[in-house]
Structure formats: structure tokens, C-alpha cells
């Protein structure tokens, strides 16, 4: 990390501080961080705007007391966080055919030919200005005329042949079709990059374009693992948490057999250096975490020493501060394996992009029930999951790559052995 930007002035200029307080939201590469203060004093002065950036080490404000004078900063730069520079393109202008598209979505027309202010009857029906004056010079209720025109939109012709052909009245007993709902289309809009997400860009794109990924995939019965879940959880669940209460996720499971994994395999926990590998003694285990920005990977230290109530708390405590964008550099750093879980939003399989400078990435998708053969050659239903292992193979090799996802099948179809 070079620069910071500040997001927010949580004390304004000429505000009373204490040690403790805290004065401003920084946004860093990684997270948005709070700026405590260890003075006691006032703000005399904001060197650095909302949204300015400064290089780590810069001062951002003045503190001291009220009447003394600031000091002068020369050079410090407040410019606005720089945003990409990108050909600003023009809105499209719509297109007419005479016949739509049957497999393009439902569309607006947005040309001045359509007339959608409220008013009438007529007014909110999709017709000619030409249809619309000739209807009205007739007295003619085009809801109940036919279009013939570019996705069904009432032209003179069909207002004429409504005049020499008009409609049967409904009987009372018949309730007329309402007109189709039209919805507004969405409009363009540009969204300013923050630090994080051109950060993360950035590193994909070199991770994308540097790292010569391959690719394995298992399916895995996952039946076994949430029986184990749904005995623990009803045993523990209702107790309070001095009494050792706790409520473990299908994700907590598969944090532990993934750590479990590596100390079995453990040339899988290993990163490419450049002029040498890197094997690493200790499981640093990562998880992505969705933010409004994007992904960040909260990592836990020595996952290899914790048990699974220990990596479970800690998950969660991890997860609540990504989502507060409370997490510290610390614990966002120092990974040696990462796990991605799309699974909860019922997507099948998938495959991760490695992040560096990790040897592999391990991506979790959906529990899906299906017919399976059993042992006794019977078609029963079955809890399956498919698991995707993404492999820089500069540092993994097939056979490495084949004996962990073997390894973490194998914990995950028999999970009472994480439990030992």
C-alpha cells in the first residue's frame, strides 16, 4: 500500500478531540479503515479533502490548541482519487424494425414517434401521434384496437380499419384484457472505481495473464458431512455460549477438511518466489468474502492449530468486520490457500482465479440432491457438491493437485475424523 484516500472527515475543522477518537474513514487498497487520534487537542485544519489521496506517512490534519496557528504543508497533494479514463460513449439511438427480434427482451421505444404521458385513455397506449390524432377526430378507444405496427404499436391503417370494422361490445360477463405493463428501462450510469476494486482488478488481471492456471474437479458426497452438521448443531446449538453453545456452518466444515487436507498434501501449501518455492510450515487459511466493492480474503493465522469451534468463531468475527469494512491489513494478508464458497448462491461449479501469491485456490459449489448408485449398486438420493481446484503449476503439479482434492474428499465424505 502507497496512498490512502480519505472517505470520510469524521471531526471537522475547529472540533475537540481526545485520545481515542476517532477522525476519519481511510480507504486503502484493502479496506476502509477508521484514523484514531492519540492527542487531546482541536482539528485546526484538513490538509487532505474527502475523496483526496496521500502516500502512507503524509500528514492529513492539524492538531493543537484552539486559537494556535496551523502549520504550513507544502506539497501535499489533495487532488480527488484519480478515476479511469475510459472513451465516454454515446447512448444508442434506438432502432425500428418491422418485426422484433423473438429472442431479444421485451424493449422500450424511446423515440419521439411515441406518446406516453399520462392522460386519457388513449394517451397511454402505444400508438402514432397520426393514430392517436385520427382516434380522437372519430372518437375511437384505441385499447380497443389492434397494432399492426413495429412491436405492436397501433399505426393509422389500423385505426381506419377499426372505424369500418369496429369491435363487438364485451358482454357483461366478460372481463376485458388489461393493456400489457410497460416498465421504465434502466439508464447508464458510470460508477467510480474505488481503491479496492482497482486494486483487485489489477492484481486479477496480473494473476490472469501471469500464472499458468490448470484445472481440477471433483464431486464429492457431501450426505455424510450435514448429518455430522445437523447432530452437532442440535446438540449445541440451544446452549449458551459459556456452556460451550455454538452453531457451525457447512462452510466451517469445509475450512477445516481444506486445513486438514494440506498438512496431508502439504507441497499444496506452496508459492512460487520467482527463483525459488516456498513451502510454507504453517496453514494460513484465506475465504473470500463479497463486499460492495468486490471480494476481500480474510485469512486464519495457523489454521492448522485450531479446531473447529476455533476456526468457525473466528470465521464469523472475520466476516462481520469485512461486511463493517473494519478488517485490518493484517488480517487480510499472510494467506498461503483460499478458499471461494459460490455455493449459496446455487451455482454448481465454478473455478477461482489464484490469488497470489497462493499455489492454489479451492472453489465450493452448491449441494445438489440427485440419483446416485450406492455401494449396493442401488439408485438412491444423494447429497452431492462439486469442487473446483485451480492449480499455479509452476508450484503444483497434477499429481499434487490430485492428492489434495483426494485428501479433501475423503475428510469431507468421512467428517468425523476433523473431529479427532
Known sequence: METGTVARWLKKEGDPIEPGDMLAEIETDKATMELECFDEGVILKHYISEGGQAPVGAPVCAI????????????????KAPEPKEERKEAPTPIKVDKPNPFDAPKIETSAKEVTASGDNNDRIKASPLAKKIAAEKGINLSHVRGTGPNGRIVKKDVLEAENNPPKAPSATVTPTPAPQI???????????????????????????????????????????????????????????EQGGAKFTVNDFILKAATEALRRVPAANSSWQGDRIVQFGNIHMAFAVAVDEGLVTPTIKNADSKSLRQISTEAKILIGKARDKKLTPDEMTGNTFTITNLGMYGLDSFFGIINPPNGAILSIGATVKKP???????IVVGQRMKVGLSCDHRVVDGAIGAQLLTEFKKLVENPSIMLV
Open 183 to 241: 416498465f421504465a428501462t434502466l439508464e447508464d450510469k458510470e460508477i467510480k472505481i474505488s481503491n479496492m476494486r482497482g486494486t483487485i482488478a489489477r492484481r486479477l488481471l496480473e494473476a490472469k495473464n501471469t500464472i499458468p492456471h490448470f484445472y481440477l474437479q471433483a464431486e464429492l458426497n457431501v450426505g455424510p458431512l450435514l448429518e455430522l452438521r445437523k447432530t452437532v448443531n442440535h446438540g449445541l446449538s440451544n446452549l449458551p455460549a
Open 64 to 79: 493543537g490548541e484552539k486559537g494556535e496557528e496551523a502549520p504550513t504543508v507544502e506539497n501535499t497533494p489533495t487532488e
Open 372 to 378: 446416485v448408485v450406492d455401494e449396493n449398486d442401488r
